[in-house]
């Protein structure tokens, strides 16, 4: 599976959910999640996201994410189509420690 991680909080610039095949993205306050028992491990998400957020589990940075992607996939509406990143998207990419900011 593919899941997202730590970069995409604040970021949300949503390009991956147009480009997935099986809809598998899901949309919180500030981050998305991938469902990881729906993803297909297609790969085409990963290089769509300009804060390069996407990573295959076999990824060591991805480890951590795997069950973040999993439980908050169960609780948050499904996501198919780009919406309105935040204004201050570009200003939050790259950053280290976002999960402080982490909106459940
Ligand atoms: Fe969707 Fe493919 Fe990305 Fe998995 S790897 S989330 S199936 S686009
Ligand atoms: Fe997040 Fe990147 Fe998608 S910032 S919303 S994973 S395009």
Not at 13 to 37: A, T, W
Not at 38 to 65: H, K, N, Q, T, Y
Not at 73 to 94: L, S, V, Y
């Amino acid at each position: 599976t593919y899941v997202v991680t730590e970069a995409c909080i604040r970021c949300k610039y949503m390009d991956c959910v147009e480009v997935c095949p099986v809809d598998c993205f899901y949309v919180g306050e500030n981050m998305l999640v991938i469902h990881p028992d729906e993803c297909i491990d297609c790969g085409v998400c990963e290089p769509e996201c300009p804060a390069e957020a996407i990573l295959p589990d076999s990824d060591e940075r991805a480890a951590a994410w795997v069950e973040h992607n999993r439980k908050f996939a169960q609780a948050w509406p499904n996501i198919t189509r780009k919406g309105t990143p935040p204004p201050d998207a570009d200003e939050w990419k790259g950053k280290p420690d976002k999960m402080q900011f982490f909106s459940p």
